[in-house]
């Protein structure tokens, strides 16, 4: 009777301890301490700076610090792998721009592969734009596209580097019409910009934020746009769409991503949680003031955005001989 009884309470136990298991874990709140946000830059940057201020931003709405720890090298590859290989309970995540992503990949072997991390929240974008100096014999972006034809390959443009965002997303309007000019890389904007008003190249591709006093002082003319959004302050500058390639779209993005297999409740807590951060007042007037537009996408607007880029740079990439083989 004594051990029938004994079997009994320990069955009990076992049953309420399994089903008090869940129920605890289940109301665990999240996040409960600091969450880490690994960006695959250096310091100082242009992906740093707008996640650091995300990371600041989202603090209060999570409730909880945020902390930003920069892995820089191998072209975004080294920090993509910590990311990846992190533990999926939300509390570290990557802060990434679109290369480690959608391109890189394409050139060099990655680590890890577009199912193996858990986009968050696409946090803001902007288009590159493409400038010539005031003299240059086109003044609208069908004229400008018409003269490369016309000319294959005896203007040059600067970029951000082979294989870069900028190449490729001119390379990829090109592509469409079958225009050829010779990409000239250089360190970033600021530098090709410095050799684009020396003379040293014929073509700007950079950001808006770089070029824009030059066009004001009549230094230079915006003709193309690589998003399909106008820009009001260059007027003159047609976007993709008005060109007739409006499927020819590739902006410079930053977001935010996960490990794969994050719980559902916790990347919901943070999808909304960046979505918030990103629609900010705060986060508004600074990336407004770097050109840049306020995305503040669902998890799974995100991921669209990733697999189709994916495919459109690797098309480019072998297009123009830099895919790995």
Not at 120 to 126: M, Q
């Amino acid at each position: 009777m004594r051990l029938t009884f004994k079997l009994a309470m320990t069955t009990v136990a076992l049953t309420l301890g399994a089903s008090l298991t869940p129920l605890s874990s289940a109301q665990e709140k999240f996040p409960s301490k600091p969450i880490e946000i690994i960006v695959p830059t250096p310091p100082g940057g242009g992906t740093d700076t707008v996640v650091r201020l995300l990371a600041e931003t989202v603090e209060p709405i999570l409730g909880q610090k945020v902390v930003v720890s920069n892995r820089p090298g191998g072209g975004g590859l080294i920090g993509m792998a910590a990311i990846v290989k992190a533990r999926p309970d939300g509390y570290t995540l990557g802060g990434l721009w679109n290369a480690p992503l959608t391109m890189t990949p394409h050139v060099q072997t990655a680590p890890y592969g577009l199912s193996d991390y858990q986009p968050v929240s696409l946090a803001d974008s902007a288009p590159i734009v493409l400038c010539t100096k005031a003299g240059f014999p086109a003044d609208t972006g069908k004229a400008f596209i018409d003269h490369i034809v016309a000319n294959p390959n005896k203007y040059t443009y600067g970029n951000d580097g082979v294989g870069g965002t900028i190449q490729l997303a001119t390379e990829r309007i090109f592509m469409k019409f079958g225009a050829k000019a010779r990409p000239v890389p250089f360190g970033g904007a600021g530098e090709t910009v410095k050799n684009f008003l020396g003379g040293h190249v014929d073509i700007y591709g950079g950001s808006i934020s770089t070029i824009l006093p030059h066009v004001k002082s009549g230094a230079a003319k915006c003709l193309l746009l690589t998003g399909n959004t106008p820009n009001p302050n260059l007027p003159q500058a047609a976007t993709v769409g008005a060109i007739g390639a409006p499927d020819a779209v590739t902006t410079l993005w930053h977001g935010i991503v996960a490990p794969k297999n994050i719980p559902a409740d916790r990347l919901k807590t943070l999808e909304e949680a960046f979505q918030k951060a990103a629609r900010s007042d705060k986060f508004m007037k600074f990336l407004e003031a770097r050109g840049l537009d306020v995305e503040a996408s669902t998890a799974q607007a995100f991921r669209q955005l990733i697999d189709s880029e994916y495919v459109a740079m690797g098309e480019v990439l072998k297009a123009i001989g830099l895919a790995k083989k």
